[in-house]
């Protein structure tokens, strides 16, 4: 059976570093993401890794570039997000989500392209 859990959410003032971890299991994942959903608004890309061949390449939305990283351990197959200088509208559910179809199909962006997904974990960033 697959579960992703997240951890690590919570509030805290902006400028102000988190770091969400997604632990996996069941399986091992070709891609996972992370995505967010703030009040009265879809849930959006936030930033996704995806296996190619021996490497691993990183999506992001153009938002938090240069403020959040996007890793994985495979040997714990976790997830991880580092989120520095936190802004008020980084406040959302932040989900993992993960898939295993063949990495040059998907579209990491979307939401359709995974499988699974966690219950998310709550952040706040006050002003």
Known sequence: QVQLVESGGGLVQAGDSLRLSCAASGRTFNAMGWFRQAPGKEREFVAAVGRFGIGDRTYY???????????????????????????????????????????????????????????????????
Do not use: H
């Open 61 to 127: 939305v153009d938002s938090v570039k240069g403020r959040f990283t996007i890793s994985r351990d495979s040997d714990k197959n976790t997830l991880y997000l580092q989120m520095k200088n936190l802004k008020p509208e980084d406040t959302a559910v932040y989900y993992c989500a993960a898939s295993s179809r063949p990495t040059f199909t998907l579209v990491f962006s979307g939401r359709s392209s995974y499988d699974y997904w966690g219950q998310g974990t709550q952040v706040t960033v006050s002003s």
